[in-house]
């Protein structure tokens, strides 16, 4: 008969499995810029050796014109190659890597805690919102987190098989290719092991300088990426592998030093649990179920005291991200994301911690019961008034969603916060209970309002859902050589129509124009028959306009066809 212990694993594997692949291609329905971008530029260096700057195998994608991370791209390419350039095949790569993450953390934690703990960090780990969200889109950025807790896997494999911190360090080298925050997080991390490794000489030093050497010979390219952009030192190429210069580097476009900002950069993400962008989070929904934050500061300060090796890698990998808020202007949920599964993982040890010894830290537990009534409260608010009610409008969400953006949710926490620390003296069994109960009621609310119409209907305007259908159906009633005119009431437009046409991108670069080369983002005017501006549908000038419905009821526009689609319409003016 099975154990029951490997029940209860499986059990949250195939939990966390479901719910990142359950409509997994068709929700969030339609597809982000970014994951067009990354998703096209894989398949055209795959299929004709180049990316649409015209880079053969580049370091860092131009993208825009200020970047895009490339590791995503490459790891991209088996599954666009097998199942062609798609939703499905770009997101592959999150999904796939979300799930290794899941179990990664449950046999980090194993390595150093009990059996139970490790089951409890995977289960946060699971069932986190935010975590489930990045796991079903393609942003380049959200493989950061994976490629770091697979590092310190390995690293902390390597405690006891010495020989392993060589493929460690080569994965946190190829982890600065994931995302650009990675340039501060991973070399310091590097540095701060480096000298941990060397005072407690931990491995031989064969061991050490082979470990080093592979960091480097990894790291070389990136680090010369970034010093090309901050001096301008031009187009470099490596061994094969090519490190361009942006015009506009955003490495430069995003410094800020402000400490107001970055009180608020760690506020925002932790206490708001929103950053004001659906594709992140809910905001309806905690990211990693915001009344579980006093464990989660208990089992930090627990591991500071408790002085083992494994703490001190984790505890190095949390604080080696801080200075991200210090650097970005401005600290979304996917800039900072890398600090959260050690978050999830001492929230855990915070956790487990309290309820191996009640009596002794009752007042953590307190804590927690107190804040776990205004948690439900405010973060299931959304799914009792808008799913029991279903005849309510969708703008129901998006002023629940203006109360958490306006950060007007956070004294609400604390009122009844208080209210309850003065009503509750005493934490009885049936309260403990509560606390634990408090986690399933949370998750079930996320489920209902990420599965739910209100946030399909955001999150479809949002990736743009149909707009594949409205390009096809342009290219079909037009002749070969006919012009299309596309509006520009979509995030870079011509990425979509690179993306779903499929267009080789020497067709592209021999034909493209350009608004203005020197700014962060690049707008195209027009390639090939593809012309990025419908002001001629205001003359009625004759041609095949793809239009959105906000530009066919401004402009008043009438045809003798039009064909309908979600949020856009092709028509043809005679």
């Known amino acids: 008969m099975m154990n029951k212990k490997v029940i209860l694993f499986l059990l949250v594997l195939a939990g ?55 590791l995503y791209a490459y790891f991209s390419m088996p599954f666009i190659r097998l199942f062609d350039l798609n939703i499905f095949s770009v997101r592959c790569v999150n999904l796939i890597f979300g799930l290794f993450t899941i179990i990664a953390v449950f046999f980090i934690v194993k390595k150093f805690k009990s059996y139970n703990t490790a089951l409890l960090a995977m289960t946060l780990v699971a069932f986190s919102p935010w975590h489930m969200m990045m796991s079903r889109w393609g942003l380049e950025s959200n493989l950061l ?27 946190f080298g190829l982890s600065l290719y994931a995302y650009g925050a990675a340039y501060v997080v991973i070399t310091l991390f590097f540095l701060v092991m480096a000298i ?32 090309t952009n901050l001096f301008k030192l031009g187009d470099i190429t490596l061994f094969g592998l090519q490190i361009p210069q942006m015009n506009v580097p955003r490495m430069t476009e995003q410094i800020g030093f402000s400490f107001s900002e970055a009180i608020v950069n760690v506020a925002s993400p932790l206490l708001g649990q929103f950053d004001g962008s659906e594709w992140n989070a809910i905001p309806a929904s905690s990211l990693f179920y915001i009344y579980c934050l006093p464990f989660t500061v208990f089992g930090i300060v627990k591991a500071f005291h408790e002085k083992h090796i494994f703490n001190f890698i984790l505890l190095a ?50 804590t927690a019961f107190v804040y776990s009534f205004p948690a439900v409260l405010i973060y299931s608010f959304p799914v009792i008034l808008v799913y029991l009610f279903p005849e309510m409008p969708v703008n129901t969400y998006e002023n629940i969603r203006l109360m958490n953006t306006s950060g007007l949710h956070l004294p609400i926490f604390i009122v009844l916060g208080i209210i309850v620390l003065f009503s509750v003296r005493r934490i009885s069994k049936i309260k403990r209970v509560i606390v634990v109960s408090i986690f399933p009621v949370l998750l079930l609310a996320f489920i209902i309002q990420y599965f739910g119409r209100n946030y399909e209907a955001i999150i479809r305007t949002e990736f743009f859902h149909s707009l594949d259908s409205a390009i096809y159906k342009a290219v079909e009633i037009t002749d070969p050589y006919q012009n299309i005119y596309i509006t520009t009431d979509i995030n870079m437009p011509y990425i979509f129509v690179l993306f779903y046409l499929k267009i080789p991108p020497k067709t592209y670069l021999d034909t493209v124009q350009f608004e203005d080369l020197n700014v962060e983002f690049q707008q195209v005017k027009a390639f090939d028959r593809y012309i ?14 793809l239009v959105s419905s906000k530009d066919f009821d401004e402009l008043n526009l009438t045809a003798d066809n039009v064909y309908s689609y979600r949020g856009y319409k092709v028509l043809t003016l005679n």
């Open 145 to 171: 987190p994976a490629m770091i807790i697979l590092g310190i896997w390995v690293l902390f494999e390597s405690i006891s098989k010495n020989i392993l911190l060589i493929p460690a360090a080569f994965l």
């Open 532 to 545: 990025f501006d419908i002001s001629g549908a205001k003359k009625n000038l004759p041609g095949v306009y």
């Open 196 to 227: 941990y490794i060397f005072i407690k000489k931990l491995f031989p030093l064969k061991i050490c300088i082979a470990a080093a050497g592979v960091f480097a010979v990894v790291a070389t390219p990136i680090y010369l990426f970034i010093l």
């Open 317 to 366: 990998a949390l604080f080696c991200s801080f200075p991200l808020v210090l650097i970005y202007n401005y600290a979304n949920v996917n800039r900072m994301n890398v600090s959260y599964l050690p978050l999830l993982i001492f929230t855990a040890f915070g956790i487990a911690e309290v309820y191996q010894n009640k009596d002794k830290y009752n007042s953590i537990l307190h």
């Open 16 to 70: 966390g499995i479901f719910l990142r692949i359950v409509l997994f291609s068709t929700h969030p329905g339609g597809l982000n810029q970014d994951e067009a971008s990354i998703g096209y530029d894989a398949w055209a260096i795959m299929n004709y050796g180049m990316d649409r700057n015209g880079y053969t195998l580049p370091v860092h994608m131009v993208s825009w014109g200020s970047g895009q991370n490339a």
